[in-house]
Every structure is written in C-alpha cells, then in structure tokens.
C-alpha cells in the first residue's frame, strides 16, 4: 500500500469512528518515562555476556495508560522496555500508586516486554551473571529507584486524563516460532516449525472525542530475543512502538508480551531483522485500527490473587552440597543461595505465591493477566475455554518470577520445563499441579466478576 493509499485508508477509519464515537464511555490518560540507564550496566538476559553495555539503539520507557470507566474507577495499565518486575518492586509500585492515588492492587497491572538489550534487574535472573560490586552498586540503584520511576509514568497519565472511546481487535503477524526442538537427546532450544505458536496481535486503542488515537496498547506472544549485542534497546517491541507513535503523532503505544516463553523471533541476531519484525507487528496494528473493532463500553471490573504454585520435593542439605561440586558454574550459585536460605530459615519454600490477574471491560472483553514467563499451551487454553475474540491474554506481569510450563512441557523436560529453573534460584521443576492451579484461579476470578 502506497502513502497516500493508506493516508486516506486511516483518514477514512479515523473519520468513521468520530462519527460514532459522540458520548466517550471512559477518561483515558497516557504517560511515558525514559528508564535507560545513565551509566554503563550490565545487560539481562543472556548468561554468555562478558561486559557491561556499550550505548543505546534507542530509550527504554516506562509507560502507563490510565482507564477511568464512567463511575470513575480507575485502573493502570504499566509497560516497561525491561526483561522484568521482581515481585518486590511490582509490590512497592502498587503500594505508591495506592498511596498516590488511592488505586486498590488488582487495579494496577504491571509488565515487561522481556527485552533482553535492557539492564539487569536486582532479584530477577541475578544468579546469571558474574557481576563485580560497582556493577551489583549500580543495579541496585536503579532498580530502588524504579518504582518512582514507574510512578512518574503514572503521574504523566493522570495529568492528561479525557474523555476517549476504548476498542478492542486482533490482528496477526507471523515471526514467532516455536523453540522447543525435538532431538533424539531430548528437548533443546532450537525451532519447531510445527509447534504450537499464537499469532495474535491483541490490540485495545483509546481514541479521542474527535477520533484522534491517545494510546494503543498491543502485545505479541514471542521472546524480545532477536538481539543479543551490548546497547540498549527495546527489540522488535521497541521499534514496534517506536513506529507507530512516529505513523500516528501524539499517540503513546504501549506492548505487552504474550504467552511467548516457548517462542522466539526466528531468524534472528541482526539489528535489520529487529526493525523488520518491529515494522511487521506495527503494520499488524495499523491494519487493526484501520479496519472495524468492538466497542467497549465497561464497566471495568478487576481482580487479583496469589496462589501457592508447588514445587517438586526439595532437595536434602546432602544433595545441594553435592551440587557445590558440579562444574557447571549456575549450579554451584544456586547451591550456595539454597544452603543460605536453609542455615537462615531451617527450611526450603515448597510453595511460591504466584500472581494471577483479571480485568473485564463489561462482556466483551477480558485481560487475563499471569506472572513470569509463560508457555503458548495457557493462551491457547484460555482462548479455548473463554473465546479467543474476547481474550487479551499477558504474561510477564507483576511478577517475572520463573518460567511457568504447561503439563505438557513440564512432562516434556528441557529448558522451559526444568533447566530454567537454576538461573531463577529454584531447587527444582514446578509440580504437576501447576497447570490446574493457574487456570482454575483464572476461571474462578472471570466467574466470580460476572456476579
């Protein structure tokens, strides 16, 4: 499609929808706060790195979009250009924003793009990386400063709440491959070009009384991994928003990441292919936005819960003392880190309090909200069981805690299943509880909203 082809395609769409967007159902803010380091930081995500950063492709941002529905509840939507919230300071956010502007938990939604070009975060994946004190110095004070961070992206959108008209579509875009690769010597990280995948691309737009954009929130199911070099950058989620505020001036977009634990943006590792990603998702959005979507009318309804996700049975002191002795380098982090929790606190936690969110905007649509890195099996459950034309499903929210595998992968083993689980501190895999337990929290949560 030409430039003047699709000017007049968009100028057509943003027409259409003023026409029928007279009384705004919703106040909607959009704020944004650059959060790349100002110092040279050690990069998350890849255990091979050897040195800090050396400059930026371009900003990281924290961004909030704030939805008053029409009996003036609010809830905040947080995306960060990061490989993830820690529990601790998705806590110390939400309690802020509590305090700031009196907004209750399951009113405030916290997620990461899963970057792997931003900066190591205390708590998250920290056992990785071999990191000297004046680099443990600096991500200690970046990441105690994140919630204020987090808070003035907040503040940025409650200073330019309006009226706005909220919809709801689904485009596709097709780069994410299934990772999880079948060898005769079992599961590796490699491509599966039959594996279970999700190609949706969600996309809830916040429009103006005159029908221009304010926001648009999309999100892809698909590891941020097509880099792996040492600047600064959001990935393929950052040249996606990046494009689309340039195609739609004073619009803010926000990316959430999917279910993509299990999928990567293959071929990869060229700054190109990150930009040509980025623009195929963005193109995915505008197609979505050019074209007819559902009108939300609220009211927003919300809810949160923590449940105790099992672990497989600990370890004895004896084993994890044998484990000093492996020659793999995280294995030997992780002993000393458990054999410290057992000389503090006599004890290894056999349980992990695991978040699970759900927002509905009336009956037509629902964000179904799961903490760490989750697998494909639970979108497309989710989907399946709630009806995929009413499903925003998020992963990497409120709390990056672990690789969150489906009973399928859990049985399957490799990484997403068990390996994982080193770098993260675990002693070992998840239960065969796991899947049950998330989906019967996310079922009951939808239930007990439509009372």
């Not at 503040?155 to 005769?184: C, H, K, S």
């Not at 070009?193 to 737009?205: E, F, M, S, T």
Request: proline share 6%; net charge negative.
């Amino acid at each position: 499609m030409n430039s003047l082809v699709r000017l007049a395609a968009l100028l057509l769409a943003t027409c259409t929808l003023h026409a029928a967007q007279a009384d705004p159902a919703f106040r909607v803010g959009a704020g944004k706060r650059v959060i790349t380091p100002v110092e040279a930081m050690w990069m998350a995500g890849y255990a091979s790195r050897t040195a800090p950063s050396d400059g930026k492709i371009h900003d990281l941002h924290a961004k909030a979009l704030v939805i008053e529905d029409a009996a003036g509840l609010q809830g905040v939507i947080l995306t960060t250009d990061l490989i993830g919230i820690p529990k601790n300071i998705a806590v110390a956010t939400a309690t802020l924003i509590h305090d700031t502007y009196q907004i209750p938990r399951e009113r405030v939604m916290i997620t990461a793009s899963h970057t792997h070009c931003g900066p190591v975060m205390r708590d998250n994946l920290y056992g990785m990386y071999a990191l000297d004190p004046e680099q443990v110095n600096r991500i200690e004070a970046y990441t105690g400063a994140m919630p204020q961070m987090l808070l003035d992206a907040v503040t940025a959108a409650m200073d330019n709440l309006e009226p706005a008209t909220l919809t709801w579509g689904i485009g596709n875009a097709g780069f994410a491959v299934n990772r999880r690769e079948y060898t005769p010597g079992g599961v590796t990280n490699g491509e599966n070009p039959i594996g279970p995948v999700d190609h949706d691309v969600p996309v809830l737009a916040a429009r103006r009384a005159d029908g221009s954009l304010k926001a648009v929130l999309f999100g892809y199911a698909c590891h941020n991994t097509t880099l792996s070099f040492q600047q600064f950058c959001g990935d393929y989620a950052g040249f996606a928003q990046y494009g689309l505020e340039e195609a739609f001036p004073g619009a803010t977009a926000l990316f959430a990441t999917g279910c993509g634990a299990d999928a990567n943006p293959l071929p990869r590792r060229t700054l190109e292919l990150a930009q040509q990603y980025g623009a195929q998702l963005g193109k995915a959005v505008e197609s979505v936005l050019g074209g007819t979507m559902a009108p939300l009318n609220g009211p927003l309804k919300a809810s949160f819960e923590e449940i105790p996700l099992e672990l497989s049975a600990p370890p004895t002191r004896e084993q994890i003392e044998e484990q000093l002795k492996s020659e793999d380098v995280y294995i030997q982090r992780r002993a000393k880190t458990l054999l410290k929790t057992l000389d503090t606190r006599g004890a290894l936690d056999t349980t992990y309090p695991y978040p699970v969110q759900i927002w509905q905007f009336g009956d037509a649509l629902q964000m179904t909200v799961l903490g760490g890195e989750v697998v494909v099996d639970y979108a497309l459950l989710l989907k399946h069981r709630l009806g995929r034309e009413k499903q925003f499903v998020i992963a990497y929210a409120n709390d990056v805690c672990a690789y969150i595998p489906s009973l399928r992968v859990l049985r399957e083993g490799g990484y997403e299943g068990d390996t994982s689980m080193i770098y993260y501190g675990f002693y070992g895999p998840w239960a065969p509880t796991i899947q049950d337990a998330i989906l019967g929290s996310a079922l009951k949560q939808t239930e007990a909203l439509k009372e």
